[in-house]
């Protein structure tokens, strides 16, 4: 492994068996169970359940803190991670911008969703503030904002992995010199649209569940959250952190098998297995395995088996802390993280309660109960949906050791990763496949169509900018699609104009990695699931719809349908959901060398979204209304703002090499946040001052940089940030750059950006004339265009800058 | 029973989205899940679904699930033996 190691310097966690690490640790030493009935809300179907809800005031413990209970779970304990790693709160004493955020996710704000939506339903008063806090990435923007960090702030939805899938981003973000500091965890609140899902699969255990038993029948669903503080080492010694273990292996992969349940032999488990016990240094053995143990009959035995496959006959000690605190979903790696890094400053392991009788089957008895260890190396699994797996590997903290001596002369600032664009996919309101949106662009822009939308009183049509149907020709069976959402089928689509069978041919399954931005993910299938328990007091539950409403079936389905097999992930980060999928593909082929990254973004319209930017004013209600002139000084073909939009791309990347074809190159790319929600004042200069840095990591010269496309959406206040940017930025480099922008084509919606990489890749490849992206005639006509600046802004306060290059 | 069966097998197409495929292609007395129409665990569960919502038996258990969903017959001699009176369901 190159590049500078992490270590753990902080922990905070939060679960049904107490709130933090002290009371949590204290539970499970004294074996005391965290079960019980759920009281958060009603469930008329699973009353009888055990669940583990926390009990403590959440919103009280959070200070007030506006947000989901989710938010408020995840901020409870990264304050107390931040804590103890002997932060403040803002951080000081690290440069904010090298302080990250890592945050898995799955529920986000569904609990406060299902209330709006039961309201809306059963014909009570409209309430909408809770959908303020609906979307997944609201914990690490959040933690974010509390803590000052303004480096990289992502969000992952890879299901029952995502939390561990946020340890390894994390970690990956400081190896590769981006960040010095980063909060990485997760956190899930319950939800009745998790309890009836796992519900509707059957996967629900009434009794409790009790992992690697021979009577097990399913899972306990929990609740929680945990963040770690993880720091390059020579960054925590240079600060004099205490260093509490370190993170020394990780790794990732996918089955491509099903949608939710795991591969039977567990062999992709098997492979991220191998993949973080060969990352160790040295041949030391593991000491403890943190199993996933869900108690599901399937994956305990996969689970069993993987662990057999890669550690051999005979096992170190292993168990399943499930049963504690229940399957906190997405917290539940960085849950079992925290306690990884407390049996290693313990010297002790927790038993695996609810284990009774041995399965014959599974030839793994776990450690029945709490007991004093020497431990240095412990290893701890998580799987989620779609199969995927992540293993991580935590060591004893040695004695201090001389920074100089840890690594040789690695640089802290972010390396240059140019890597070559193969092939581009894409669905659009505009066209479908790559050729036909080029073409399309010079036309002006897209015509909306009305959709309409029934939650609304009086019900309205909302204009808006819709792919259309998606021929079922793009798909090689067009059988399977029976059971895809919309989203999935455009993200397939997308990926099928790409992955041609020659192509795929050049591709080895488990070297190809795939992510996938989204920012609402399967959105109608989610709410037909939640209506429908509300309609039918939880009756009759839909499995599909659940399976489709996790964020990351969309990536799941295209590896399946492909077989990719390498990292699997689902960034959801608002309006740079796509550049967080962006980022991970460019992390892949520079870390690990893989074949191809393939890297996409979809979301598809819904009348539930519409009906939300339609009450707070995201959309003109006519289409031809003027508004005032916006600071970009462009006005969209139809006058003011953009209306809501879709659309799904798909981009094929490699490392470059020399001669072979591709359409561009991705220079650079950095992602960041910013002290600004829209409305603000924004610091611009600041801002320039940061896209300036990220066009100097990427080494191009501001004289080089052609076209800046930005995502104005007509929309003042943030066209005006966006105007203000680009202006600071041309006092301060003294040349004028034409800028420009691309949601004539597309709409507003969450991954536009992923059009507008198209867009820049159309520009540089000579394709697309810049005269259709720029206001007027601001472009010289013949005017080379070689270089272009993405700049992407959400008014949450996320942003990103990719650069392109012909 | 000849008409529960053949309604089974139109809420089977229904319910799953089986493209092009009749009633008549359904065999009574085969396997339904595992072979021949494809169909697999998650359909399955959208079986229990279909189950609840139109003749209200509830089904917690995947061995109860297994077992029931031998063929069409043996569906269909399950939801006899086992159906409750649901208000939104169909009678026949």
């Known amino acids: 492994m190159s590049g500078r190691n992490p270590v753990i310097t902080g922990r905070g966690i939060i679960t049904a068996a107490g709130c933090g690490i002290a009371q949590v640790w204290e539970a499970i030493r004294g074996e005391h169970v965290g079960l019980g009935r759920l009281s958060l809300f009603s469930s008329p179907r699973f009353a009888a359940h055990a669940v583990g809800e926390v009990r403590a005031d959440v919103a009280g413990l959070a200070g007030g803190l506006r947000g989901s209970r989710s938010d408020q779970l995840g901020w409870v304990a990264a304050r107390e991670a931040l804590i103890d790693a002997g932060l403040s709160t803002p951080i000081q004493g690290v440069r904010a911008e090298r302080v990250g955020v890592v945050m898995g996710a799955t529920v986000g704000g569904m609990l406060g969703t299902e209330a709006v939506l039961a309201g809306w339903l059963k014909g009570r008063r409209k309430r909408w503030a809770p959908l303020r806090h609906h979307e997944c990435s609201g914990t690490a923007e959040v933690c974010a904002t509390l803590s000052g960090a303004l480096g990289p702030c992502l969000t992952l939805s890879t299901a029952c992995s995502a939390g561990a899938m946020a340890i390894v981003t994390g970690a990956e973000l400081i190896e590769n010199g981006d960040v010095d500091l980063v909060m990485v965890g997760a956190a899930d609140s319950l939800s009745r649209l998790t309890l009836n899902g796992f519900g509707s699969l059957l996967l629900l255990d009434p009794d409790g569940c009790r992992p690697f038993d021979h009577r097990r029948a399913g899972i306990s669903l929990g609740e929680g959250a945990a963040v770690l503080i993880l720091e390059a080492a020579e960054t925590a010694w240079a600060r004099g952190a205490r260093i509490l273990a370190k993170l020394e292996g990780w790794s990732a992969s996918c089955d491509a098998h099903h949608a939710t349940a795991p591969h039977p032999e567990g062999l992709g488990a098997a492979r991220a297995l191998r993949g973080a016990v060969d990352g160790i240094h040295g041949a030391e053995p593991i000491d403890f395995i943190s199993a996933h143990g869900t108690g599901t009959r399937d994956n305990d035995a996969m689970e069993a088996r993987a662990l057999h496959r890669v550690l051999g006959e005979t096992l170190p000690p292993v168990a399943s802390v499930k049963r504690f605190f229940g399957h906190t979903l997405a917290a539940s790696g960085a849950i079992k993280a925290v306690l990884c890094v407390q049996s290693l400053i313990r010297q002790a392991t927790p038993g695996n309660p609810g284990f009774q009788v041995a399965d014959p089957e599974l030839n793994l008895e776990p450690a029945r109960s709490f007991e004093p260890r020497a431990i240095t190396r412990v290893l701890s699994n998580s799987f989620g949906f779609g199969g995927n797996n992540v293993a991580l590997v935590f060591s004893k903290a040695g004695p201090p050791t001389d920074p100089g001596k840890m690594t040789s002369g690695v640089s802290t600032k972010p390396r240059r990763q140019p890597m070559a664009i193969l092939a581009l996919g894409v669905i659009s309101p505009v066209g479908h496949g790559m050729d036909a949106v080029w073409g399309a662009l010079g036309g002006g822009g897209a015509s909306s169509t009305e959709i309409e939308v029934p939650l609304l009183s009086p019900p309205m049509r909302v204009p808006a900018l819709a792919c259309g149907e998606i021929d079922a020709g793009c798909f090689p069976d067009p059988t399977r699609r029976r059971r895809w959402s919309r989203i999935q089928q455009m993200i397939l689509a997308a990926t099928y104009q790409v992955a041609t069978p020659e192509f795929r041919r050049s591709w080895t399954p488990e070297r190809t990695s795939l992510s996938v931005g989204t920012g609402l993910g399967a959105l109608n299938d989610t709410m037909a699931f939640v209506e429908n328990l509300i309609a039918n007091d939880e009756r009759a539950p839909r499995p599909t719809f659940f399976t489709n409403s996790v964020h990351n079936s969309l990536a799941s389905q295209v590896a399946i349908e492909l077989g990719i097999m390498g990292p699997n992930v689902t960034t959801v980060q608002r309006e740079v959901s796509f550049e967080a999928a962006l980022g991970h593909g460019i992390r892949r082929l520079a870390r690990c060398g893989n074949d191809v990254a393939l890297v996409g973004a979809a979301d598809e319209l819904s009348p539930h979204a519409l009906a939300v930017g339609a009450r707070w004013g995201w959309w003109d209600k006519a289409t031809s209304a003027p508004r005032a002139r916006n600071g970009l000084g462009l006005r969209p073909p139809w006058g003011g703002r953009m209306p809501a939009g879709e659309g799904a791309v798909m981009v094929a990347l490699a490392s470059p090499s020399p001669g072979a074809a591709r359409l561009a190159s991705v220079e650079g790319l950095r992602l960041g946040r910013m002290p600004w929600k829209s409305g603000e004042r924004l610091d611009a200069e600041a801002e320039a001052r940061w896209v300036e840095e990220a066009l100097e990591s990427a080494e191009i010269a501001p004289g080089d940089v052609d076209l800046w496309l930005t995502g104005a959406n007509g929309w003042d206040p943030m066209d005006s940030a966006y105007a203000s940017v680009h202006e600071a930025w041309t006092r301060r480099v003294g040349r004028s750059t034409p800028k420009g922008r691309y949601k004539q084509g597309c709409g507003e919606f969450h991954t536009a950006s992923g059009f507008g990489f198209m867009v820049a890749t159309g520009l540089v490849a000579g394709r697309v004339d810049p005269a259709c992206c720029v206001a007027g005639d601001a472009w010289e006509s013949g005017r080379p265009c070689r270089t272009v600046v993405l700049h992407t802004m959400s008014s949450w306060g996320c942003k990103g800058v990719t650069c392109l290059r012909t | ?92």
């Open chain 2, 1 to 92: 029973m000849d008409n529960l069966i053949h309604e089974i097998k139109t809420k089977i197409i229904a319910g799953f989205s089986l493209e092009k495929v009749t009633p008549q292609d359904i065999q009574t007395d085969a396997p339904l899940f595992g072979a021949g129409l494809g169909l697999d665990s998650i359909d399955a569960l959208e079986l229990v679904s279909i189950l609840e919502r139109d003749y209200g038996i509830v089904i917690q258990e995947r061995g109860v699930a297994d077992k029931a969903f031998a063929s069409v017959r043996a569906l269909a001699q399950f939801i006899v033996a086992n159906r409750q009176p649901c208000p939104g369901g169909t009678q026949s």
